[in-house]
């Protein structure tokens, strides 16, 4: 632990890495009004300065002792390969922008791994789904516009649609943070101004709109992707944090007051004006205090700081650097596909289109009887589609040339007989034409990206002072037999051939999203981090990044790791009172030039309650009311997953409608398989049409796998009645969905494209009183608050019959 030496610079909250844990870290602590620095080891990257050139390329990797500071860092292990990223935006500047969040089955308990020991997560799904909400509302993803004018001539999207359809898997557009349109809600365009969001632009660059040109893994030029550069941090910097590039954290400290010394280098961004000029071997130190300290420099750099600096922190557990995975990461082909007769080579286009349109869903045991015989049961797991630059589309070709060298040497031919005859050639035109081919190797050869529950059980570890790591996927052997077998049935689906990643047939993986090292648990044996990122044993230590997943997410992690920021903030700030009135008065004197800390600003500690609730039921389409909807000849199950959240108990009670936040899924055919709800809510015992009833109204906005906006509106209507009545009347959901995002009004004068009947079964409703959460200082009281109103409100309208209600 360090002595009281003077430390030149202090700050409330050091936040170590801008990815997706960091910069949602940033922003919730700057706003509300915490003195708030964030170092990133990497340089910011303005629209226009991503690399394209070879010249460039050759500088845009991660490699400080070789005098490069790029975009890339590309690790090698024994039994498998990555590439994360370094740069102000972190991840998010090189990702395909999907945004899905971890089923809920998949937050497992206590599951056995192959060598010993469980994977559990301490959280579940209804924990984080206000949370995912939150960060969906600040990244605004919304699925690829394949159904719009310009938009629509995508053929590897339309491929996996039909290829899904073919085989009878769960396929849909998932939301993507990419700016297709100027403004939410208006029409898409290519290459339009996107519109300045109220905290600013921290690059000062205009943003265009998405150009289709699949360059996103490789950073977009555009400003197209709504990355962490233009949303988290722009905010964040708005608020008051000060964020610095090119700053490398090497050290970590606990300090007898409390709080962390933390010792980091400064890197000279500017690039060598030669290739063989010298780096920099010793950097000068420089040490910062913290109250508290923010560790997001993702999975290999927030672990590799805790193994390096663990004789400075003594409490950290036998957990440190185990729980790692690759999350199921595969690369795979389908080439050479084929229109639907077979006859003629069907483009797919990969170039055509951002990275990543469209995810087909491979179900998971834990889900129960699903599996159709396509692919064999198992661990979940997705398939995405993949894109890749024009520019590789020239490369695929040259790979091709080996098998087509009898037309290169007709060509050559072709040239030089004119020329020894003492002719020119008049027909050249025709002659590059004809060795340049159809292009039919690229434009029929799709990528197909793989990703899911491969087994946590690896460890990463130092060897000298460089991280290393164990792990192999042999280990996961089942998950990446099982979806390669999908992808195979996909490439033959479009009457193509599937073709293994030369990674795999050297029997190795290449991951892009590291998980584990730091994982969560409910204890200091099972993990480093509680459930909200704090490390055990050190107050003030937080892990808010990848590292901390105790195992694979399944999905495209980034927003799960985002939404666990968000909700260790939440408790961070919740905290905050207490851990201020631990510090010592001794420290306090110390430490009184020290400005104290800022009032809170912008946020406030809350009693909140939180309950899950789960319906199912019939819809059928082209009807408009639910009681006739019940006997038509054509109806599809539907079904509603809900977390209903009361924010802020005081003002709950006080609105007269009584208007609760919702987050979750409605599932249907018609809407395309699963669809997360993004907006609406649910009003608990609003005025009714007499002053003698009430209602418990649905309000939830949903989009369907097109991307076009549905509206589910539902109300039980509840009336005074014997108790007898009571359990249909506030089980039982009538409802219509809507055509847009608006609400039905009395009139009854919105489109209705369906209606139905929901209702909650017993299992379901005994289910739902387990889910119950509380949160903030005041928790335990807001759940009685809510408790009382709620059964006030049952007593009122069952309680007796024939009596007054009020």
Known sequence: ???????????????????????????????????????????????????????????AFWAPEAGSHGLFDVRGFRHFDSVVSSGLGGGSLIYANVLLRKDEHWFVQRQTLPGGGYETWPVTRADLDPHYAAVERMLTPTPYPLDRPGHDDVPKAHAMRSAAERLGLEHSLPPLAISFAPEPGAEPGIGLPVAAAPYGNLHGVTRRTCKLCGECNIGCNEGAKNSLDFTYL??????????????????????????????????????????????????PVRTVGCDRLVLAAGTYGTTHLLLRNSRNLPSLGPTLGTRFSANGDILSFAIRTKSGDGAVPAGVDPSRGPVITSAIRLPDDLEGPGSDGVVPPGRGAYIQDGGYPGFVGWLVEAAGLPQDAGRA???????????????????LSGDLARFLGDGALSDTSLPLLGMGRDMPNGVLHLRGDTLDARWSPADSREHYARIRTAMRAVSEALDGRYADSPHWLLKRIITVHPCGGAPMGRGPVEGVCDAFGEVYGHPGLYVMDAAALPGSVGTNPALTVAALADRACTRLLERRGAHDRHRSAAAAHRWQATPPPRTLATYAPRGSVQFTETMRGLCAPG????????????????????????????????DPGHPARVDGWIRAHGLGGRRPVTGGEVQVFAPGRTPRHRELRYQLFVSDATGAPRTLVGVKDLAPAPPSRLWAATTTLPYVLLDGHELKDRDGDADIVAAGTLSISPAAFLRQLGTFRVTGPRGSAAFARFHVFFLDQLRQLYGWHGAPRS
């Open 1 to 59: 632990m360090s002595g009281d030496r003077a430390v030149a610079e202090h700050v409330d909250v050091l936040v170590v890495g801008s990815g997706f844990g960091g910069s949602v870290a940033a922003y919730r602590l700057a706003q509300a009004g915490l003195g708030v620095l964030l170092m990133e080891r990497g340089r910011a990257y303005p629209p226009g300065s991503f690399a394209r050139t070879p010249a460039q390329a050759s500088r």
């Open 234 to 283: 722009s905010a964040a910097r708005q608020h008051g944090a000060e964020l610095r590039i090119g700053h490398e954290v090497r050290a970590i400290r606990p300090t007898a007051r409390g709080g962390y010394e933390v010792d980091y280098v400064r890197h000279d961004m500017e690039p060598a004006r030669h290739r063989d000029a010298a780096p920099a071997r010793h950097l």
């Open 409 to 427: 040497g007709r060509f050559l031919l072709q040239q030089a007989l004119p020329h020894l005859a003492g002719a020119g050639n008049h027909r």
């Open 623 to 654: 009807h408009s009311d639910p009681a006739t909807a019940r006997r038509a000849a054509s109806k599809e199950p539907l079904a509603v997953r809900l977390t209903v959240t009361v924010d802020d108990i005081d003002a709950f009670l006080a």
